[in-house]
């Protein structure tokens, strides 16, 4: 019996551990202000404001990640493939110019941010973010539809990038 439940604690357990979509994001996380390729400060809601009435695939990446550099390839194959929808990629690079070289030699098509706050900050916090790649999917209106994938290839950022 007493393994019985030990068990079933260790489920529930490792069970709430996985980060809940929280359908929208908090207003803190909106009022981060993030740097464009421009060198413009912008704040989140902005970015989210500028894509409205598509689909946004959001990608936090950074240029030193491993990781992330090998699931640029796979991001580009989802934009060969929904070309309707948006394409935002949040850096956590250490400086501007590592973050910007990199767009430039790996050749990142869409919408450029640098997180100026980091990991630590508002929009970090909110998403608790402790691993990148992230990708999240935004629907049409702004709710949040995928928001703790750890790999391009996720099932469920096609999916949600299907309904359109």
């Given at each position: 019996m007493k393994r019985i439940v030990?068990?079933?604690?260790i489920g529930i357990s490792m069970l709430s551990c996985s980060k809940e979509n929280p359908g929208k994001f908090s207003r803190e996380a909106l009022e981060?202000?993030?740097i464009s390729s421009e060198g413009n400060e912008t704040p989140f809601n902005k970015i989210l404001k500028k894509h409205k009435g598509k689909k946004i695939l959001i990608d936090i990446w950074a240029s030193w990640c491993?990781?992330?550099l090998k699931s640029i390839p796979e991001v580009q194959n989802i934009q060969?493939?929904?070309?309707?929808?948006?394409?935002?990629f949040l850096s956590l690079d250490r400086n501007t110019r590592d973050w910007k070289n990199a767009i430039m030699r790996l050749k990142i098509k869409g919408d450029h941010y640098f997180m100026q706050s980091g990991w630590e900050g508002k929009f970090g916090k909110f998403l608790d973010l402790n691993w990148i790649p992230r990708f999240l999917v935004i629907d049409e209106n702004g709710k949040i539809m995928v928001f703790d994938a750890t790999k391009a290839?996720?099932?469920?950022?096609?999916?949600?990038?299907?309904?359109?």
């Open positions: 030990l068990i079933v604690f981060d202000v993030f491993p990781d992330c060969g493939e929904y070309k309707e929808a948006a394409y935002v290839s996720d099932k469920l950022i096609r999916q949600s990038l299907e309904i359109m």
